[in-house]
């Protein structure tokens, strides 16, 4: 008896609660649907009844089945099960109130989240992709062998690597990265030509393939689908991402990203397609066969040092930006992402290094705020090539632009350790610099 008094007393609440919840549900929308688009001829403030239907209320003032449907299984469609004769106490478990509540909901959608996550978490785990290990390994032993070599090399050959290193080093800054990933500037036919060939010299895979990562890079920054997420750590986000088998949302964002711009391009779909003997000729014969052929350089030694060495030097520049660039530094145009400002990584990577600002603005030909050329060497070749006509419609950002963002998300370091340092300063009242309506304030004060 004092169970089945229990258990009336728990069914009549819920019947209560559900009571109530409809009728301000039904109030609710009919307020808000029916007063917005009052019919014609009818009452401003019209009875439940007199609506257009449009509140997906029916003549009776009864919830009409187009009323339930945006809902799915939420609380008009409960309200409809309460009703039917198998159901005569209003309540089943399926039917449970918390199923009403949107932000209970919410939340058992967020569980429901978690739980797909750390199901898909659990399926990755990152296999050695062995030949890349042992191709990374090769390059960088081959490249130590190669630095010892140089002590006893050709003065010529030294002169040779840092021209080689530079010509490459332009072929990834000013052609996969500024031109290809980022369409940060056109550039001409023959720049392309020539752009293709210095990027075939780095040998850092074909454009189209680099640029799809970097794009994917940039889009889903310190993500999974990140391809060298640098919250996994910097050896990751240094080479760790090139031998290991990529996130599996890695592998889907590949699929999304739109590359119909570099599929239209000719010179880079060709690069594409004759990448491997592209590879073997400008990254491996020409630079080892020029000192032997012009200055009698010895051929093995060339090789280690022109082929070893100078390609795990760029390859390691090119990998500063992706850990370095993410870790130490300042970020003064956002301070909630990962990339920074590392001056050094700029002096070595040509004016790749001012990362915080090139996460922020990406499309920007500079890659960064000043246009110094002595840390970025690409925009000063970027710059000529455009005043060779080569180059045109190079991309920027406004100063106004940029201090909006720097004021909105920066870390407060803007300016601080450059020529512009404290540009933003006033000397005191006088100075032409004291902003519009500082000046109209205290004029008032004054007054
Ligand atoms: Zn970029
Ligand atoms: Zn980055």
Excluded at 130 to 152: C, S
Excluded at 321 to 347: F, Q, R, T, W
Excluded at 354 to 379: A, C, M, Q, R
Aim: charged share 20%; with cysteine.
């Amino acid at each position: 008896m004092r169970e089945n008094l229990k258990f009336f007393l728990r069914c009549a609440t819920r019947n209560h609660t559900l009571f109530l919840y409809d009728l301000f549900q039904v109030g609710t929308t009919h307020h808000t649907m029916c007063l917005s688009s009052p019919v014609s001829g009818q009452s401003q403030t019209p009875a439940v009844g007199q609506c257009n239907g449009s509140c997906g209320l029916d003549s009776n003032g009864n919830r009409s089945a187009s009323a339930n449907a945006p809902n799915g299984n939420g609380v008009l469609k409960h309200r409809g099960k309460a009703h039917t004769e198998d159901d005569n106490l209003g309540y089943k478990e399926e039917n449970a109130v918390y199923k009403e509540n949107p932000a209970l909901d919410t939340q058992q959608d967020q569980k429901l989240k978690d739980t797909e996550q750390a199901e898909e978490e659990e399926e990755y785990h990152p296999q050695i992709r062995w030949p890349d290990l042992g191709a990374q390994t090769f390059l960088h032993v081959g490249a130590l062998y190669g630095l010892y070599q140089l002590f006893y090399a050709n003065f010529y050959t030294f002169l040779w690597v840092v021209v080689t290193v530079w010509v490459s080093g332009i072929g990834i800054t000013a052609g996969a990265h500024r031109l290809w990933s980022h369409k940060s500037y056109t550039a001409s036919l023959p720049l392309r030509i020539l752009l293709a060939f210095a990027f075939s010299i780095a040998g850092q895979r074909d454009a189209y393939t680099w640029a799809l990562d970097h794009r994917i890079h940039h889009k889903f920054s310190e993500t999974d689908a990140d391809p060298h997420n640098a919250k996994r750590g910097f050896f990751f986000a240094h080479v760790g991402w090139l031998f290991l088998t990529p996130h599996p949302k890695v592998v889907a964002k590949r699929k999304v990203i739109d590359m119909s711009d570099l599929e239209a391009d000719a010179v880079c779909m060709f690069q594409r397609k004759y990448y491997i003997p592209l590879f073997a000729l400008c990254s491996i014969i020409l630079p080892v066969a020029v000192p032997w052929y012009f200055w009698n350089e010895d051929l093995w030694m060339s090789f280690w040092i022109n082929f070893n060495m100078r390609f795990t030097w760029t390859l390691n520049v090119a990998f500063f930006v992706n850990s370095v660039a993410h870790m130490y530094g300042n970020k003064p145009y956002d301070k909630n992402i990962m990339s920074v400002e590392a001056p050094i990584v700029s002096l070595l990577a040509m004016g790749e290094g001012w990362h915080n600002y090139h996460h922020v603005f990406p499309w920007d030909y500079k890659t960064g705020e000043f246009g110094n050329y002595s840390l970025n060497i690409t925009t000063g070749f970027i710059d000529f090539c455009a005043w060779l006509g080569l180059a045109k419609g190079r991309k920027s950002v406004s100063p106004d632009m940029v201090i909006r963002r720097a004021a909105k998300c920066g870390d407060g370091t803007r300016f601080l350790d450059d020529d512009y340092a404290h540009k933003d300063q006033v000397w005191g009242f006088g100075d032409k610099d004291i902003p519009r309506e500082d000046l109209q304030e205290l004029a008032k004060m004054q007054n």
